[in-house]
């Protein structure tokens, strides 16, 4: 084998888009096998996510008739990580390398040129990073630039600006399968896995159909997993905390105790009532940081399957 490029797209209800990223990707595919870049036999694998449209029927349509296509369908919509898991481990046996890209065009097929140049000269992950953020509105850029910077302060080795546009060598491949966690969050784990890596950069383009299918909800949900998955500083801030704050009850149990002795009117009910209130609040929300971080643990312990694949079209052309 040699130079095989295999593309693992994940597809969650993405039925309008779908005909334009297979036309979009034809062409680039057959325009690297020409130059020579990429071998004959690359292929581009959709993962279907358990969409409810008609996702599979595209895919399975494609597939049959251009032999560039395939595709991986789960038994249910896992999310966006695990979908991509899925095509990323179900690739590497075929692949000698393997870029994930978006289903909506988002990512900007042209620095795949640039990421197998990367590959060819010797790089085993090539990060693929946003170098503006023009498209997106006032609020996503600074929800997602604000993002970065926390992560990096909680001490989480992650790539300014990338999000899950990357190419793997199979060997990172095979090192990253040996990772078996449950709480996926691919953008930090990447890095920890070492080897040689580059970057380069692109300009993310709107989604031009179909709607984004992370929701507010989710993208907290996917910051919050990266932040816990990867970081025990939340706990260590709940610590200090908990230390300077038995410090400054002690100071002010001392000046009251003093205050009394001389005879001074010190705090009313009202203010006790609230400092109760404002304490116990740090408490629940300490108590319930913890408790994500238990959560997490319970979920690990039980080793449940990322995912379960339904039909798998690459055994059958490969197999
Ligand atoms: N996706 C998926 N499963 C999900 C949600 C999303 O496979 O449960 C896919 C989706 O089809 C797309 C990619 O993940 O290819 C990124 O989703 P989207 O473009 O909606 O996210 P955004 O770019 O808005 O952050
Ligand atoms: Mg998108």
Known sequence: MKNVLYMVIPCFNEEEILSDTINVLDKKMNNLIKEKKIDKNSKVVFVNDGSRDKTWEIISKISKKNSLFSGISLSRNKGHQNALVAGLLSCKDYA???ISMDAD????VNAIDKMVDEYLKGSEIVYACRSKRKTDTF?????AESF???MSKMGV???YNHADFRLTSKRVLE???????VNLFLRGMFPLIGYKSSIVFYERGERCKGESKYPLSKMLSLAWDGITSFSTKPIKIILFLGIIQSIISFISLIIFIILDINNYHTLGIGSIISLIIFL???QLTSIGIVGEYIGKTYFETKKRPRYHIDINLLEKNNG
Not at 105 to 108: A, G, T
Not at 139 to 143: A, I, L, P, S
Not at 175 to 180: D, I, L, R, V
């Open 139 to 143: 609020f996503k850029r600074f929800t």
């Open 105 to 108: 065009l988002q990512d900007d």
């Open 157 to 159: 080795d992650i790539i």
């Open 175 to 181: 090192s990253f399968s040996k990772y078996n966690e």
């Open 96 to 98: 000698d390398m393997i």
């Open 280 to 282: 116990s609040g740090i």
């Open 148 to 150: 970065y910077k926390l």
